[in-house]
């Protein structure tokens, strides 16, 4: 979970380090996204541990 929010992050910083954004924009939805890619798998297991 940490690692796919973690690459999120880097991925955001690095467009924003590209594009020379004045404001972390892309990182804050890299980490977002990141975060709910990380989430959904978490719960898509938990139902299959469940079923």
Do not use: R, W
Not at 20 to 43: D, K, L, N, R
């Amino acid at each position: 979970m940490a690692i796919i929010t973690g690459l999120g992050a880097y991925i955001g910083f690095k467009i924003d380090e590209h594009y020379q954004m004045e404001e972390p924009i892309s990182t804050i939805i890299g980490t977002f996204i990141g975060f709910a890619i990380a989430m959904y798998g978490v719960v898509k297991q938990a139902n299959k541990l469940s079923n």
